[in-house]
Protein backbone atom coordinates (compact mmCIF):
# COMPACT_ATOMS: atom_id res chain seq x y z
CA UNK A 1 0.00 0.00 0.00
CA UNK A 2 3.27 2.40 0.69
CA UNK A 3 4.34 1.52 -2.34
CA UNK A 4 1.17 2.51 -4.22
CA UNK A 5 0.77 5.81 -2.51
CA UNK A 6 4.59 6.68 -3.22
CA UNK A 7 3.99 5.90 -7.04
CA UNK A 8 0.66 8.07 -7.13
CA UNK A 9 2.57 11.12 -5.23
CA UNK A 10 5.52 10.58 -7.60
CA UNK A 11 2.69 10.86 -10.84
CA UNK A 12 1.30 14.02 -9.64
CA UNK A 13 4.40 15.83 -9.05
CA UNK A 14 5.76 14.69 -12.56
CA UNK A 15 2.52 16.18 -13.95
CA UNK A 16 2.82 19.33 -11.91
CA UNK A 17 6.74 19.46 -13.15
CA UNK A 18 5.46 19.40 -16.60
CA UNK A 19 2.09 21.68 -16.07
CA UNK A 20 4.38 24.70 -15.38
CA UNK A 21 6.87 24.29 -18.35
CA UNK A 22 3.99 24.09 -20.44
CA UNK A 23 1.67 27.33 -21.70
CA UNK A 24 -1.16 25.37 -21.12
CA UNK A 25 -4.49 27.27 -22.76
CA UNK A 26 -6.95 28.49 -20.00
CA UNK A 27 -4.10 28.31 -17.63
CA UNK A 28 -3.68 31.64 -15.45
CA UNK A 29 -0.73 33.97 -15.94
CA UNK A 30 0.83 35.99 -13.37
CA UNK A 31 0.17 39.37 -13.53
CA UNK A 32 2.70 41.29 -15.64
CA UNK A 33 3.62 38.58 -17.90
CA UNK A 34 3.27 38.94 -21.74
CA UNK A 35 3.99 36.00 -24.09
CA UNK A 36 7.00 37.33 -26.39
CA UNK A 37 6.05 37.28 -29.88
CA UNK A 38 8.05 34.24 -32.03
CA UNK A 39 10.13 36.28 -34.25
CA UNK A 40 9.46 36.05 -38.20
CA UNK A 41 10.23 32.73 -40.15
CA UNK A 42 13.57 33.52 -42.09
CA UNK A 43 12.20 30.86 -44.78
CA UNK A 44 9.07 33.26 -45.10
CA UNK A 45 10.65 36.18 -45.22
CA UNK A 46 13.04 34.69 -47.75
CA UNK A 47 9.69 33.46 -49.59
CA UNK A 48 8.29 37.43 -49.25
CA UNK A 49 12.03 38.74 -51.06
CA UNK A 50 12.01 35.79 -53.85
CA UNK A 51 7.87 37.56 -54.65
CA UNK A 52 9.10 40.74 -54.71
CA UNK A 53 12.28 39.87 -56.78
CA UNK A 54 10.04 38.02 -59.60
CA UNK A 55 8.95 42.00 -60.28
CA UNK A 56 12.15 43.13 -60.45
CA UNK A 57 12.53 45.71 -63.61
CA UNK A 58 13.95 44.55 -66.43
CA UNK A 59 16.41 47.91 -66.31
CA UNK A 60 19.40 46.78 -63.39
CA UNK A 61 19.82 50.10 -62.60
CA UNK A 62 16.34 50.91 -61.31
CA UNK A 63 16.78 47.72 -58.96
CA UNK A 64 18.36 48.39 -55.84
CA UNK A 65 15.57 51.22 -55.27
CA UNK A 66 12.44 48.96 -56.19
CA UNK A 67 14.11 46.28 -53.72
CA UNK A 68 14.62 49.21 -50.88
CA UNK A 69 10.67 50.10 -51.09
CA UNK A 70 9.76 46.25 -51.03
CA UNK A 71 11.96 45.37 -48.27
CA UNK A 72 10.88 48.59 -46.70
CA UNK A 73 7.01 47.73 -46.78
CA UNK A 74 7.66 43.72 -45.71
CA UNK A 75 9.56 45.31 -42.70
CA UNK A 76 6.65 47.42 -41.99
CA UNK A 77 4.65 43.71 -41.49
CA UNK A 78 7.48 42.28 -39.19
CA UNK A 79 9.14 45.06 -37.62
CA UNK A 80 7.37 44.55 -34.39
CA UNK A 81 8.24 41.11 -34.19
CA UNK A 82 12.36 42.14 -34.51
CA UNK A 83 13.67 43.49 -31.18
CA UNK A 84 17.40 43.80 -32.23
CA UNK A 85 19.59 44.89 -34.91
CA UNK A 86 21.47 41.53 -35.50
CA UNK A 87 17.98 40.21 -35.99
CA UNK A 88 16.42 43.12 -38.37
CA UNK A 89 20.03 42.74 -40.43
CA UNK A 90 19.31 38.52 -40.49
CA UNK A 91 15.55 39.47 -41.38
CA UNK A 92 17.25 41.69 -44.23
CA UNK A 93 19.97 39.54 -45.57
CA UNK A 94 16.85 36.58 -45.78
CA UNK A 95 14.83 38.93 -47.86
CA UNK A 96 17.61 39.93 -50.39
CA UNK A 97 18.55 36.35 -50.70
CA UNK A 98 15.17 35.62 -52.01
CA UNK A 99 14.84 38.83 -53.97
CA UNK A 100 18.08 37.71 -56.17
CA UNK A 101 16.70 34.26 -56.63
CA UNK A 102 13.43 36.09 -58.15
CA UNK A 103 15.37 38.63 -60.22
CA UNK A 104 18.01 36.47 -61.70
CA UNK A 105 20.48 38.64 -61.19
CA UNK A 106 22.27 40.32 -58.68
CA UNK A 107 21.09 43.48 -56.47
CA UNK A 108 24.19 44.68 -54.13
CA UNK A 109 22.07 46.47 -51.17
CA UNK A 110 22.63 46.44 -47.41
CA UNK A 111 18.45 45.86 -46.58
CA UNK A 112 19.22 48.37 -42.95
CA UNK A 113 15.86 49.34 -41.97
CA UNK A 114 15.19 52.64 -40.93
CA UNK A 115 12.18 54.68 -39.92
CA UNK A 116 13.76 58.40 -40.58
CA UNK A 117 15.42 59.19 -43.65
CA UNK A 118 19.21 58.98 -43.78
CA UNK A 119 22.51 60.79 -45.07
CA UNK A 120 26.08 60.48 -45.44
CA UNK A 121 28.82 63.03 -45.61
CA UNK A 122 32.36 62.51 -46.62
CA UNK A 123 35.46 65.01 -46.67
CA UNK A 124 38.39 64.23 -48.79
CA UNK A 125 41.50 66.30 -49.90
CA UNK A 126 43.29 64.43 -53.07
CA UNK A 127 41.96 61.39 -51.95
CA UNK A 128 41.16 59.77 -56.12
CA UNK A 129 42.79 56.18 -55.22
CA UNK A 130 39.61 55.83 -52.95
CA UNK A 131 37.01 58.39 -52.65
CA UNK A 132 35.43 56.23 -55.95
CA UNK A 133 35.17 53.30 -53.54
CA UNK A 134 33.71 54.90 -51.07
CA UNK A 135 30.89 56.43 -52.85
CA UNK A 136 30.19 52.99 -54.01
CA UNK A 137 29.95 51.45 -50.58
CA UNK A 138 28.19 54.43 -49.37
CA UNK A 139 24.95 53.72 -52.38
CA UNK A 140 24.42 50.59 -50.70
CA UNK A 141 22.84 52.15 -48.06
CA UNK A 142 19.37 53.73 -47.76
CA UNK A 143 21.09 57.35 -47.89
CA UNK A 144 18.60 60.38 -48.70
CA UNK A 145 21.75 62.18 -49.83
CA UNK A 146 25.63 61.64 -49.85
CA UNK A 147 27.24 65.08 -50.00
CA UNK A 148 31.21 64.84 -50.64
CA UNK A 149 33.12 67.88 -49.42
CA UNK A 150 36.50 68.73 -51.53
CA UNK A 151 38.56 70.93 -49.99
CA UNK A 152 42.06 71.87 -50.98
CA UNK A 153 42.02 69.17 -53.95
CA UNK A 154 45.14 69.10 -56.38
CA UNK A 155 44.12 65.91 -57.94
CA UNK A 156 41.40 64.36 -60.56
CA UNK A 157 39.08 64.02 -57.11
CA UNK A 158 37.06 66.44 -58.14
CA UNK A 159 35.90 65.01 -61.90
CA UNK A 160 35.51 61.53 -60.40
CA UNK A 161 32.74 63.16 -58.30
CA UNK A 162 31.32 65.27 -60.83
CA UNK A 163 31.45 61.99 -63.06
CA UNK A 164 29.27 60.13 -60.14
CA UNK A 165 25.27 60.27 -60.45
CA UNK A 166 23.18 61.62 -57.11
CA UNK A 167 25.84 63.17 -55.64
CA UNK A 168 26.03 66.79 -53.94
CA UNK A 169 29.18 68.06 -54.24
CA UNK A 170 31.03 70.63 -51.94
CA UNK A 171 33.85 72.51 -53.60
CA UNK A 172 36.80 74.54 -51.31
CA UNK A 173 39.66 75.30 -53.39
CA UNK A 174 41.46 76.09 -50.48
CA UNK A 175 42.44 73.24 -47.55
CA UNK A 176 39.68 73.62 -45.28
CA UNK A 177 40.00 70.57 -43.05
CA UNK A 178 38.02 67.85 -42.47
CA UNK A 179 36.02 69.24 -39.44
CA UNK A 180 35.02 72.09 -41.27
CA UNK A 181 33.93 70.09 -44.49
CA UNK A 182 31.31 68.05 -42.06
CA UNK A 183 29.99 71.60 -40.64
CA UNK A 184 29.71 72.36 -44.56
CA UNK A 185 27.83 69.45 -45.12
CA UNK A 186 25.64 68.90 -42.28
CA UNK A 187 24.04 72.10 -43.22
CA UNK A 188 23.23 70.72 -46.63
CA UNK A 189 21.03 68.12 -45.60
CA UNK A 190 17.30 67.69 -44.03
CA UNK A 191 17.81 63.75 -43.35
CA UNK A 192 16.60 62.93 -39.73
CA UNK A 193 19.94 60.54 -39.49
CA UNK A 194 23.53 62.20 -40.97
CA UNK A 195 26.42 59.58 -40.83
CA UNK A 196 30.25 60.71 -41.29
CA UNK A 197 33.01 59.44 -43.21
CA UNK A 198 36.26 60.19 -44.60
CA UNK A 199 37.41 60.15 -48.72
CA UNK A 200 40.59 57.69 -47.07
CA UNK A 201 39.31 55.07 -45.57
CA UNK A 202 37.26 52.10 -47.48
CA UNK A 203 34.74 51.28 -45.09
CA UNK A 204 32.25 48.55 -45.83
CA UNK A 205 28.29 49.57 -45.80
CA UNK A 206 27.89 47.01 -43.47
CA UNK A 207 30.24 48.46 -40.84
CA UNK A 208 28.63 51.91 -41.57
CA UNK A 209 25.08 50.79 -40.93
CA UNK A 210 25.00 50.27 -37.04
CA UNK A 211 25.50 54.21 -36.60
CA UNK A 212 22.71 54.75 -39.04
CA UNK A 213 20.54 52.32 -36.99
CA UNK A 214 21.62 53.75 -33.56
CA UNK A 215 20.36 57.43 -34.74
CA UNK A 216 17.13 55.70 -35.87
CA UNK A 217 16.60 53.86 -32.90
CA UNK A 218 16.89 57.23 -30.53
CA UNK A 219 20.71 58.19 -30.26
CA UNK A 220 21.56 61.60 -31.21
CA UNK A 221 25.20 61.07 -31.21
CA UNK A 222 26.90 57.39 -32.12
CA UNK A 223 30.49 57.17 -31.35
CA UNK A 224 33.23 54.69 -32.99
CA UNK A 225 34.04 52.52 -29.81
CA UNK A 226 37.42 52.18 -29.91
CA UNK A 227 38.67 51.62 -26.21
CA UNK A 228 38.87 48.27 -27.09
CA UNK A 229 41.48 49.04 -29.27
CA UNK A 230 43.10 51.10 -27.31
CA UNK A 231 46.74 50.34 -25.16
CA UNK A 232 46.73 50.23 -21.38
CA UNK A 233 46.96 53.79 -19.76
CA UNK A 234 50.36 54.12 -19.51
CA UNK A 235 51.07 53.18 -23.17
CA UNK A 236 48.47 55.20 -24.44
CA UNK A 237 49.38 58.69 -26.55
CA UNK A 238 48.47 62.39 -25.61
CA UNK A 239 45.46 62.41 -27.87
CA UNK A 240 43.88 58.97 -26.40
CA UNK A 241 44.28 60.44 -22.63
CA UNK A 242 43.05 63.84 -23.54
CA UNK A 243 39.89 62.52 -25.41
CA UNK A 244 39.46 60.24 -21.63
CA UNK A 245 39.96 63.18 -19.91
CA UNK A 246 37.32 65.34 -21.58
CA UNK A 247 34.69 62.56 -20.93
CA UNK A 248 35.61 61.96 -17.68
CA UNK A 249 35.24 66.09 -16.89
CA UNK A 250 31.87 66.36 -18.71
CA UNK A 251 30.54 63.07 -16.59
CA UNK A 252 30.95 60.56 -19.21
CA UNK A 253 33.74 58.26 -18.19
CA UNK A 254 31.64 55.26 -19.65
CA UNK A 255 32.66 56.78 -22.55
CA UNK A 256 36.50 56.10 -22.33
CA UNK A 257 38.57 57.79 -25.02
CA UNK A 258 35.67 57.55 -27.70
CA UNK A 259 35.53 60.90 -29.55
CA UNK A 260 33.36 62.80 -32.44
CA UNK A 261 37.10 63.43 -33.41
CA UNK A 262 36.81 59.94 -34.62
CA UNK A 263 35.15 58.61 -37.93
CA UNK A 264 32.76 57.37 -38.48
CA UNK A 265 30.14 58.46 -36.35
CA UNK A 266 26.58 59.70 -36.64
CA UNK A 267 24.70 62.25 -35.32
CA UNK A 268 20.93 63.29 -35.47
CA UNK A 269 19.20 66.18 -36.79
CA UNK A 270 18.14 67.24 -33.72
CA UNK A 271 21.75 66.68 -32.30
CA UNK A 272 22.96 69.50 -34.88
CA UNK A 273 20.58 71.99 -34.73
CA UNK A 274 20.74 71.73 -30.85
CA UNK A 275 24.58 72.34 -31.00
CA UNK A 276 24.42 74.38 -34.58
CA UNK A 277 26.53 73.23 -37.54
CA UNK A 278 29.42 75.38 -37.27
CA UNK A 279 29.89 73.61 -33.45
CA UNK A 280 30.71 70.45 -35.74
CA UNK A 281 34.05 72.60 -36.92
CA UNK A 282 35.73 71.81 -33.34
CA UNK A 283 33.93 68.37 -32.43
CA UNK A 284 34.98 67.64 -28.93
CA UNK A 285 33.38 71.14 -28.27
CA UNK A 286 30.42 69.66 -29.88
CA UNK A 287 30.04 66.23 -27.94
CA UNK A 288 30.32 68.34 -24.90
CA UNK A 289 27.44 70.88 -26.03
CA UNK A 290 25.29 67.44 -27.35
CA UNK A 291 25.96 65.99 -23.28
CA UNK A 292 25.08 69.96 -22.08
CA UNK A 293 22.11 69.94 -23.47
CA UNK A 294 20.76 66.22 -22.13
CA UNK A 295 21.01 64.33 -25.76
CA UNK A 296 21.92 60.22 -26.01
CA UNK A 297 25.57 60.05 -26.65
CA UNK A 298 26.47 56.29 -27.14
CA UNK A 299 28.90 54.46 -28.87
CA UNK A 300 27.09 51.55 -30.42
CA UNK A 301 30.23 49.68 -32.24
CA UNK A 302 33.49 49.19 -33.46
CA UNK A 303 35.28 49.99 -36.52
CA UNK A 304 39.27 49.69 -36.28
CA UNK A 305 40.36 52.81 -38.57
CA UNK A 306 43.41 52.96 -36.39
CA UNK A 307 45.29 50.17 -38.63
CA UNK A 308 43.43 51.61 -41.32
CA UNK A 309 44.10 55.25 -40.82
CA UNK A 310 46.65 56.73 -44.00
CA UNK A 311 49.64 57.80 -42.56
CA UNK A 312 51.12 61.15 -43.53
CA UNK A 313 54.04 63.35 -42.29
CA UNK A 314 51.15 65.59 -40.31
CA UNK A 315 49.86 62.39 -38.89
CA UNK A 316 53.31 60.67 -37.48
CA UNK A 317 55.61 60.71 -35.07
CA UNK A 318 55.64 62.14 -31.60
CA UNK A 319 53.93 65.89 -31.30
CA UNK A 320 52.91 65.42 -35.18
CA UNK A 321 50.53 68.60 -36.39
CA UNK A 322 47.38 66.51 -36.63
CA UNK A 323 47.73 65.15 -32.44
CA UNK A 324 48.16 69.29 -31.52
CA UNK A 325 44.96 70.39 -33.30
CA UNK A 326 43.11 67.44 -31.78
CA UNK A 327 44.66 67.56 -28.48
CA UNK A 328 43.83 71.62 -28.81
CA UNK A 329 40.21 71.14 -29.51
CA UNK A 330 39.69 69.31 -26.87
CA UNK A 331 41.36 71.78 -24.41
CA UNK A 332 38.99 73.95 -25.93
CA UNK A 333 36.19 71.72 -25.04
CA UNK A 334 37.38 71.54 -21.69
CA UNK A 335 37.69 75.44 -21.06
CA UNK A 336 34.09 76.11 -22.35
CA UNK A 337 32.50 73.18 -20.23
CA UNK A 338 34.11 74.60 -17.26
CA UNK A 339 33.31 78.14 -17.75
CA UNK A 340 29.55 76.99 -17.88
CA UNK A 341 28.10 77.70 -14.36
CA UNK A 342 24.96 75.45 -14.47
CA UNK A 343 27.27 72.78 -15.16
CA UNK A 344 29.51 71.34 -12.09
CA UNK A 345 32.64 69.22 -13.41
CA UNK A 346 33.81 65.81 -11.83
CA UNK A 347 36.14 66.95 -9.39
CA UNK A 348 36.86 63.34 -7.90
CA UNK A 349 40.13 63.42 -7.05
CA UNK A 350 41.71 60.20 -7.95
CA UNK A 351 43.10 57.59 -4.76
CA UNK A 352 46.52 57.08 -4.56
CA UNK A 353 45.85 53.61 -5.55
CA UNK A 354 44.65 54.45 -8.48
CA UNK A 355 47.14 56.69 -9.94
CA UNK A 356 49.99 54.17 -9.02
CA UNK A 357 47.50 51.40 -10.63
CA UNK A 358 47.47 53.56 -14.05
CA UNK A 359 51.37 54.67 -13.72
CA UNK A 360 52.07 51.03 -13.49
CA UNK A 361 49.74 49.34 -15.95
CA UNK A 362 51.15 47.13 -18.58
Known amino acids: MKERTRAVRHRRTMKRQLASRRNIPGRRRKKGSIAKAPEPSLNAVWKSGHQAGLHA ?7 PQHARLAWREHWQ ?15 GKAYMQGYVQGAGYPVDIV ?5 HSAAAVVCACNEERTLGKVMAQLKRLPLKDIIVVLNGTTDDSLDLVLAESGITLVYEPDRAGHDVGRALGAKLTEAEAILFVDGDMVLPAEQLAPFLYAVDRGSDVALND ?3 LLPPFARQDDVSR ?12 DLGSNSLTAVPHALSRKMVLTVK ?7 PKAQ ?3 IRHGLSVTAPCQVDVIRSNRLRPTNTGSGNEVAGLIIGDHLEAIAAWMATAEHETDS ?3 TRAEVAYRRNAR
Request: hydrophobic share 45%; proline share 9%; charged share 15%.
Open 111 to 115: PLPLH
Open 348 to 350: RML
Open 277 to 283: PESLAVP
Open 57 to 63: PEDRAMA
Open 226 to 228: LNS
Open 288 to 290: ALA
Open 242 to 253: IKAYLNRTLGRS
Open 77 to 91: SISGNIGSYEAAMQA
